[in-house]
C-alpha cells in the first residue's frame, strides 16, 4: 500500500452505527402487521419488496419508508388503518432523526491519516440524508470529497478514480460490506481493508466462494493504522 493517495471510506457502519437501527425498525414494522402476518413472513416479504424496488428508489431510510408502506399494504390486502400507516411513517422518521454513532477509533484514525493522504467518503444511500449524517458527525472537516454513489460496483469505482484522477492502484477503500466496498475494488486493481460490522444487510452478504485473500481484515477501525 506505499502508492497509496486516497483512502476512502464507507460511511453507514463503517464509520457511524446504521444497520442496526433497520434492524429494529424492521422489527416494530413485524410489531404493527402481527395481526396479518407472521413475523418470520413480514421480515421476508419486506425484504423482497426492499430489493424489488431499489431500482426505483435507490438505497437509504426513505426508500425503506416505502417499501414498508406497500408491503403493509400488500399484506394487509389493504385493510390496514391509516393509524397504523402513519405508525410505520413514524418508524421511518425516528430513523432519520436518530443520533450519530460513531463506531469506536473512528475520529482518532482521521486525525491521523489526515494531511497525508486525501480522504473522501464513497459510500450508498439517499444524498440529503447521508450529508446530514456527516454534517451531525462531527467528522465532515477531515474528508475531501464525499460521493454518494447510486451503486457500488467495478464501474462505478472506475469511474470514482477517474474523476478522482488517479490509478486505481492508488486508491485504498476502507468498509464493513465485502460485496460493496471490498471485492470490486479487487477487481479494478486497487486496496481495500475490511472491518466486518456485527449486523450485515442480508442484501449485502456474499458466498464463501467469492472470498479472497486479495484484501486485509481487520477486527476494528484502528487496526488500518498497522497498514498505512
Known amino acids: 500500500m506505499n502508492n497509496i493517495k486516497v483512502i476512502a471510506f464507507d460511511a453507514d457502519d463503517t464509520l457511524w452505527v446504521n444497520e ?3 434492524r429494529e425498525a424492521e422489527n416494530e414494522f413485524a410489531k404493527i402487521l402481527s395481526d396479518f402476518e407472521t413475523e418470520n413472513k413480514i421480515h421476508q416479504e419486506l425484504f423482497k419488496k426492499e430489493i424489488d424496488n431499489l431500482r426505483i428508489y435507490g438505497y437509504g431510510v426513505k426508500g425503506f419508508m416505502l417499501s ?3 408491503c403493509a399494504l400488500e399484506l394487509s390486502n389493504h385493510k390496514i388503518s391509516q393509524q397504523k400507516i402513519t405508525q410505520i411513517l413514524d418508524i421511518g422518521k425516528d430513523m432519520l432523526e ?9 475520529e482518532e484514525v482521521l486525525q491521523q491519516l489526515h494531511g497525508n493522504y486525501k480522504l ?4 450508498k444511500g439517499d444524498l440529503l440524508d447521508q450529508e446530514r449524517k456527516l454534517e ?3 467528522i465532515l472537516k477531515y474528508f475531501h470529497h464525499t460521493e454518494v454513489m447510486s451503486e457500488k460496483k467495478k464501474l462505478d469505482y472506475q469511474k470514482l478514480t477517474k474523476r478522482l484522477d488517479i490509478n486505481p492502484s492508488e486508491f485504498l477503500m476502507i ?3 465485502l460485496k460493496s466496498d471490498i471485492l470490486p475494488l479487487i477487481e479494478i486493481g486497487a486496496s481495500a481493508i ?10 449485502e452478504e ?3 466462494e467469492q472470498k479472497s485473500d486479495k484484501y486485509k481484515t481487520v477486527a476494528k477501525i484502528s487496526d488500518v493504522l498497522t497498514y498505512l
Open 136 to 138: 451531525k458527525s462531527g
Open 98 to 106: 436518530k443520533p450519530i454513532e460513531l463506531l469506536d477509533g473512528v
Open 20 to 22: 442496526t437501527y433497520f
Open 175 to 177: 468498509g464493513n460490506s
Open 206 to 208: 456474499v458466498s464463501e
Open 68 to 70: 414498508m408502506v406497500e
Open 120 to 123: 473522501i467518503v464513497a459510500t
Open 194 to 203: 475490511h472491518i466486518p460490522f456485527h449486523t450485515t444487510w442480508a442484501h
